[in-house]
């Protein structure tokens, strides 16, 4: 993970690593796609992670800006998320987005799914 991060004022954090990736799906989307990070029940741990992409901001959402790269969080999933860091892996296992987050305590194994 890279050390160099994109913080705003509740703490989310955005890797150069993630940045490239979302600017690298964007790409492949209609002009003006972002990608959407949110939280909903379920998963094996009891809430999972959803990657979705959107081409609309809505009021309350937080949006981080990295690298040209632009990420839209609902005000819901931010209470969940806050304090994280939105990280892009490519490791043996596969690639995939990952979501360190501090407020989960305990996640399933591949890391889509947490409990708090």
């Known amino acids: 993970m890279t050390t160099e991060l994109a913080v705003n004022q509740h703490g989310v954090a955005v890797t150069e690593n993630a940045a490239k990736r979302i600017l690298s799906v964007?790409?492949?989307e209609p002009p003006g796609s972002m990608?959407?990070?949110?939280v909903s029940g379920?998963?094996?741990?009891?809430?999972?992670?959803?990657f979705d992409v959107d081409r609309e901001k809505a009021a309350d959402?937080?949006?981080?800006?990295?690298?040209?790269?632009?990420?839209?969080?609902?005000?819901?999933?931010?209470g969940l998320l806050e304090g994280s860091t939105i990280?892009?892996?490519?490791d043996l296992i596969g690639?995939?987005?990952?979501?360190?987050?501090?407020?989960?305590?305990?996640?399933?194994?591949?890391g889509t799914s947490f409990a708090l």
């Open 95 to 110: 690639q995939s987005f990952r979501i360190i987050n501090p407020n989960a305590t305990s996640s399933c194994g591949c």
């Open 35 to 38: 990608l959407r990070v949110s």
């Open 26 to 28: 964007m790409a492949k």
């Open 87 to 90: 990280d892009f892996v490519d």
């Open 61 to 78: 959402d937080l949006v981080i800006e990295r690298d040209g790269a632009t990420v839209l969080i609902d005000e819901t999933s931010l």
């Open 42 to 50: 379920g998963g094996c741990s009891g809430f999972q992670y959803v």
